[in-house]
């Protein structure tokens, strides 16, 4: 299962890039004494991202909680230099420290990264691979489109606690899209399909998805192959939500953290029946892994 950023917000979407919406989620904070390790085990933390806006200055110091969820997996190594992984496994509710197990636990483990793929296999944790998708379904969790894609993760454990404590750190930065104020214009009623964001630095194309390389020891990553300067965020035919007046709505994507301040945003919106709305932006900031930035953009005719 994929994880995903715990809110109590129902979802938004607008079209003028407007202030930073306040936001309260679930906080990572915790003692995490409290999940004791067992023989074979990791006891993964996570910590709060903190949250700033793309677009202003304002919006600095609310959070969303990024959380396990049952079924994540991790990949896990003993040194540096060995190629050989362990997968561990988590089963249970939603929480921001989590216990994996394994059926093939390491004596000493000592990094780790999310998510797990067999494609690391017989690899170092300094040369790893992966994909950071240029489509990224939309996932609703507990009535939120909150699901996250290619969210990568690295840890190390605690030595001077337990071997067996890791803590986590985002690789890349996360975006929070917010759509409201829909009401006298064309897409109030109309049911979501897509939100595709773009970037550029003058004429040039900045690639925020694709392929990559990563050292789960350091968290250093260096983009390859398949390289896309837009995420598309989809839904299912019928499963969007519906612009209605007065209703918020809000959803995630994760993206490269390369990002500089002037480079330019380009927001497309799109509904069941065809209606389409596009905005353009200057990003007031650069990003870093991380951190949640929120593009908090309002419809108005």
Not at 66 to 81: F, I, K, P, Q
Not at 87 to 103: L, V
């Amino acid at each position: 299962m994929k994880r995903y950023i715990n809110i109590a917000l129902t979802a938004i979407l607008s079209l003028t890039f407007a202030g930073c919406q306040q936001e309260y989620g679930y906080d990572n904070k915790g003692n995490d004494n409290s999940a004791e390790p067992v023989q074979g085990s990791i006891v993964a933390s996570l910590a709060t991202p903190e949250t700033k806006s793309a677009i202003d200055d304002h919006g600095k110091g609310h959070f969303a909680g990024v959380v396990w969820t049952d079924g994540d997996a991790l990949g896990v190594y003993e040194s540096s230099a060995s190629t050989t992984q362990a997968q561990y496994s988590y089963s249970g509710e939603p929480a921001a420290i989590a216990t994996f197990g394994s059926s093939a636990a390491l004596d000493e483990p000592a990094y780790a990264y999310y998510p797990y793929s067999a494609a690391n296999d017989g690899k170092a944790p300094t040369a790893l691979v992966g994909n950071l998708p240029a489509t990224q379904d939309a996932v609703l969790v507990n009535g939120a489109w909150t699901g996250l894609h290619g969210d990568y993760k690295v840890g190390t454990n605690r030595l001077s606690e337990s071997k067996e404590r890791f803590n986590f750190k985002n690789i890349f930065s996360l975006a929070r899209v917010v759509i409201t104020d829909v009401e006298n214009t064309p897409l109030l009623n109309e049911r979501l399909t897509s939100i595709t964001v773009s970037a550029k630095r003058g004429s040039e194309d900045v690639n925020i998805a694709g392929d990559f390389t990563f050292n789960a020891t350091t968290g250093a990553y260096n983009p390859t192959n398949n390289l896309s300067n837009s995420v598309t965020i989809n839904w299912t035919a019928g499963e969007g939500p519906v612009l209605n007046s007065g209703v918020q709505v809000v959803c995630y994507f994760t993206l490269f953290p390369v990002i500089l301040q002037n480079d330019t945003f380009t927001i497309t919106v799109k509904t069941a029946n065809n209606y389409s709305a596009q905005i353009t932006a200057v990003s007031k900031t650069a990003f870093v892994g991380e951190t949640v930035y929120t593009f908090p953009v309002t419809v108005n005719t």
